[in-house]
């Protein structure tokens, strides 16, 4: 034996006395025992163990010639416990199990560390384990917000608190590391606040989301006006305000399209005022769509193709189809053509998405002087059937006009083209006879007509252009001299009229009042230049041009055919001419409104260019109504030769408890003459014949009671108790307190006597019965006894079907068997008892039952499926949320999930429900790793690793000396120079599964 030789065995067994040594007790007190950790952070639990919980990271590695002791590898883990070293995923609180390893070579002795989460279960020589668990208080955190949704630019009030945490930090606000606070937060969208808190034990979270909804973008308006009450012709003056609006429009009054602003008018009837405001600058949105052509015949030369549809914008290039805003609503493309004649294409803007739009109105009332009204009676007092004249005076109001004709004047000017009126074309006929101060019956005030001074016969078609003379005339309203009042009657026993002067008679006694209301209306007060202003739109007459469908008598005749009495029709006429002053191109428009007033409006402008727009606006039938109510100054007292009402005896004397019974008194007039109307006549109770206790128990009604004549009055009743009651009646009286409606000569004499009526007690009786009347096996089904009578309290005892027993006046009884059940009750109260057979049974059919299972109730994701199998009785069919059953009560279905799937089955007959459930579990992977020829080699020795997955994992790793790849499956040899350890690791749907092996090193022995 050689001296290397030697010196390698003498080194082994010193070092295998020393590995002894660590692995015996002595090893065991040296290497666990220090350092001494506090006990206020934790635990150190020490075994010669082996760490068997997930692989966090390596820890690093010492080394030494000589065989380590225990504290150099102790001190090095407490720098992990103690959380000095520990990783960023350490995870309070939890049990943490650092390893040490150690391994040598021919001279040195190192020792390798690794961190584990979890505990150290299974017992292995060469590994050294320090185990900690924290046994702190973990901390708690908790956020909340309010509220919990806001509008952007308001706030949330954010507040945070914890319990064992010595510091918060917030994300999305800072809390100044204190451990609970409010702040408040105003984000500009929906943000998400969190907070963690960190103590002894560990570290915690909380999190909590603020909705922020943009504001509103809807258009408000507001329209007033000041002052709201006028007299007719008086100004007032309307403002509009609005926000979230681009422009605000009225068809009473001119807004410009501004948004805000304000108009003084002057209307001459009470009016309410409305204003339109549309909310988005860029207004509706939509495409431009052609709708009409027209053909204009300008004299040459043509100075601008523009003066056709002046007051309509251009088109874009092409216009059709393409998008648009509006307003406006509107464009042309015109073109010149032969003649010097001009062809318009106009395309309007389809409006596919409108801008919201809101109103906002302003009522004006408006007279020509107050309207007032009085009223009185006489005379005052009366007996029956006499009469009485109610009367009223009324002053102020609205008054009605008279109107004449008006001569304009005459102008040359062209008659007619091809048979076309052109000349004034707005303007219609005069009727016959129209001069100078003659009365225009029926026609109002600004109405305009004309008389054309040629022969009709020379505008024939085709004919040649004719010059000739027109004379205008207008309809001028003057006031009347005084109002005009209708009047209504209304009041006591019926009182109508409708002139100021009425009479009634009365039949009744009592005391009588009236009131009147009294109408003013004026009726055609419209005048030139004017327009409708508010009201209610009744109808349209559209728009027509260059007098297409145009009535040939004019504005009025269209206003007279769409505007009802009462209404107020405005016509809008625009007028385009030449650069030679002919008509181009007209337009017209009526519309007629209920309730409206006139407002002024100019009737002529001119635009650039050296066109004219004409409007004319004419009233029609515009009437001004205006009310007011007066309640009359006096009241008439109606009364008789005075009646004597008294009541008799109460009749039957007897009666049983708690049993309604119809007790009656004779009511006699002793008077003269009769009551002349009905009365109320009270029924009372009393314990004794004095009166004591007394309790008003009922009314009825007597009729007309003639002179000397008699009525019986009934009540039905039920006396609370056995034993003697008294009762009586009294006449005209509806309590006790009251004082009746009839006037009598003795208002003292009324009621009767108190009558003694002897109440017994009532025979004990009882019913039963049972809801529901059908049901199912284990549902609820309940019996109630209802009894009566008797002498005292009741007890109960049920009896019946499958069992029924109970001794409350109500019992729940589950059926467990199908069929009729029925039931009855004993009651017993005193010394009476009754038996009672239920008046109704139960029908007691099956409940449905439902069973799912499957099989195999778990699988690999990827590789595998499972079988759904149910089954139900009593069901007509069977339904699930997660897999199709077709409605059958029991089959079978092949399911595939990806991930752990809880099934559901519901089964029915219609009426009742079952329910079963089944869980398939779906594991991510099945993992191959093995190691070949074997798992232990000689050091620097090859050795093949190969691993493959079943399934469909997202991603695996296989990692180790000298090997790393994310193939699925593959197989590679390694050179093993120390015992290595390879773990191969996959992930599917976030869930992770590793399986490891070791490959050792065999130890080279050598002989001496």
Not at 916 to 925: D, L, R
Request: charged share 10%; proline share 5%; glycine share 10%.
């Amino acid at each position: 034996m050689n001296s290397a030789t030697y010196r390698w065995q003498i080194k082994t067994l010193i070092y295998s006395l020393i590995i002894l040594t660590i692995l015996g007790m002595s090893a065991t007190s040296n290497a666990y025992s220090y350092p001494n950790p506090p006990t206020e952070n934790g635990a150190i639990t020490t075994a010669n163990t082996k760490c068997t919980g997930s692989y966090i990271g390596s820890l690093g590695s010492d080394g030494s010639d000589a065989p380590p002791s225990a504290p150099s590898w102790s001190i090095l883990a407490w720098g992990f416990l103690d959380g000095s070293l520990l990783p960023s995923n350490y995870n309070n609180p939890g049990s943490y199990c650092i390893q040490a390893t150690r391994f040598s070579n021919s001279s040195t002795w190192n020792i390798s560390y690794a961190l584990y989460s979890g505990s150290a279960t299974a017992s292995q020589s060469g590994r050294y384990t320090l185990t900690y668990t924290n046994t702190a208080t973990p901390p708690t955190a908790s956020i909340s917000l309010s509220p919990s949704t806001i509008t952007s630019g308001n706030s949330s009030a954010l507040t945070w608190s914890s319990t064992n945490a010595s510091t918060c930090t917030g994300t999305g606000f800072a809390t100044g590391n204190n451990t609970a606070g409010t702040v408040s937060v105003s984000p500009s969208q929906t943000s998400n606040y969190s907070v963690s808190c960190t103590g002894a034990g560990g570290t915690v979270s909380a999190s909590a989301t603020l909705t922020v909804t943009a504001p509103s973008s809807s258009p408000t308006v507001s329209l007033t006006a000041s002052p709201s009450t006028i007299t007719a012709g008086g100004s007032t003056t309307l403002s509009w305000t609005s926000s979230n609006a681009s422009y605000c429009s009225s068809t009473q009054f001119d807004t410009i399209g501004a948004t805000s602003g304000s108009v003084t008018i002057t209307p001459n009837a009470s009016t309410n005022y409305t204003v339109t405001c549309t909310g988005s600058s860029s207004g509706g949105t939509g495409t431009w769509q052609y709708y009409q052509s027209d053909y204009s015949d300008l004299s040459c030369p043509v100075s601008s193709n523009n003066n056709v549809y002046s007051a309509v914008p251009d088109c874009p290039a092409s216009p059709q189809g393409k998008s648009c805003t509006s307003p406006p609503s509107t464009c042309k493309i015109n073109t010149i053509g032969p003649g010097c004649g001009i062809t318009t294409e106009l395309y309007s803007c389809q409006v596919t998405s409108p801008p919201p739009s809101v109103s906002g109105s302003a009522y004006v009332t408006a007279s020509n002087s107050p309207l007032t009204a009085s009223c009185m009676a006489s005379p005052t007092s009366v007996y029956k059937e006499e009469t009485v004249t109610w009367s009223s005076s009324a002053s102020g109001g609205d008054t009605p006009g008279t109107s004449k004709w008006k001569y304009l004047g005459v102008a040359n000017t062209k008659i007619c083209t091809g048979g076309s009126n052109s000349a004034m074309i707005q303007v219609p006929v005069c009727p016959d006879s129209t001069a100078d101060g003659v009365g225009p019956t029926g026609y109002d005030d600004g109405y305009r007509c004309k008389v054309h001074g040629y022969d009709a016969s020379d505008c024939d078609a085709g004919g040649p252009t004719i010059y000739g003379n027109v004379q205008t005339f207008e309809s001028q309203v003057t006031s009347g001299s005084a109002p005009v009042y209708s009047y209504s009657w209304s009041g006591t026993d019926g009182l109508s009229g409708i002139s100021a002067l009425i009479s009634k008679t009365y039949s009744t006694t009592g005391t009588k009042t009236g009131s009147v209301t009294v109408t003013t209306t004026s009726t055609t007060n419209l005048q030139s230049n004017k327009q409708c202003s508010g009201g209610t739109l009744i109808d349209s007459a559209g728009t027509t041009e260059d007098g297409v469908v145009y009535s040939s008598s004019g504005d009025r005749a269209m206003c007279d055919s769409i505007t009802p009495a009462g209404g107020c029709c405005s016509t809008y006429v625009r007028e385009v001419l030449s650069s030679g002053g002919q008509p181009v191109n007209t337009y017209y428009q009526w519309t007629s409104y209920s309730g409206a007033s006139l407002v002024t409006k100019d009737s002529y402008s001119t635009v650039s260019g050296g066109n004219t727009n004409n409007h004319y606006y004419s009233g029609g039938f515009k009437t001004n109504s205006t009310s007011t109510t007066a309640s009359c100054s006096n009241s008439v007292e109606v009364s008789v030769v005075l009646s004597d009402l008294t009541a008799g005896a109460i009749s039957p004397t007897s009666a049983v408890a708690n049993v309604a019974k119809t007790f009656s008194a004779t009511i006699t007039n002793a008077g003269n003459p009769a009551t002349g109307g009905e009365f109320t006549n009270l029924f009372q109770r009393a314990t004794s014949s004095s009166g004591a206790n007394t309790v008003d128990i009922g009314t009825d009604t007597s009729p007309n009671t003639s002179a000397n004549g008699s009525d019986i009055t009934t009540f039905s009743y039920a006396f609370p108790s056995a034993g003697t009651w008294y009762m009586r009646a009294c006449a005209d009286k509806n309590s006790s307190t009251g004082s009746g409606i009839i006037n009598e000569s003795n208002e003292t004499n009324n009621c009767g006597a108190w009558t003694a009526v002897i109440v017994s007690s009532p025979p004990l009786s009882t019913s039963c019965a049972v809801t529901p009347t059908s049901g199912y096996t284990n549902d609820n089904i309940t019996w109630t006894a209802t009894p009566s009578g008797g002498t005292g309290s009741y007890t109960y005892s049920w009896s019946g079907t499958d069992g029924l027993s109970g001794t409350t006046q109500s019992v729940v009884k589950q059926y467990t068997s199908t069929g009729t059940k029925t039931g009855s009750i004993t009651v017993t109260s005193g010394a009476s008892s009754v038996t009672q057979s239920c008046s109704n049974s139960v029908s007691i059919a099956a409940s449905p039952t439902a069973l799912l299972s499957a099989s195999p109730s778990s699988i690999i994701r990827g590789s595998g499926s499972s079988q759904l199998t149910w089954s139900s009785t009593n069901a007509t069919s069977c339904t699930s949320t997660k897999f199709a059953t077709a409605g059958q009560t029991s089959g079978a279905v092949s399911v595939t999930p990806t991930s752990t799937t809880n099934y559901d089955l519901t089964c029915t007959n219609a009426s009742k429900n079952a329910y079963s459930s089944a869980t398939v579990t779906v594991y991510v992977a099945d993992l191959t790793l093995t190691v070949s020829p074997n798992t232990s080699v000689r050091r620097n020795n090859p050795a093949t690793v190969n691993w493959s997955v079943s399934g469909s994992p997202d991603s695996c790793l296989i990692s180790g000396p000298g090997l790393s790849s994310t193939a699925f499956a593959g197989s590679q040899s390694v050179i093993v120079g120390q015992e290595s350890t390879y773990t191969f690791s996959c992930t599917a749907g976030g869930i992770t599964t590793s399986k490891s092996v070791t490959i050792r090193l065999t130890p080279a022995f050598e002989e001496f």
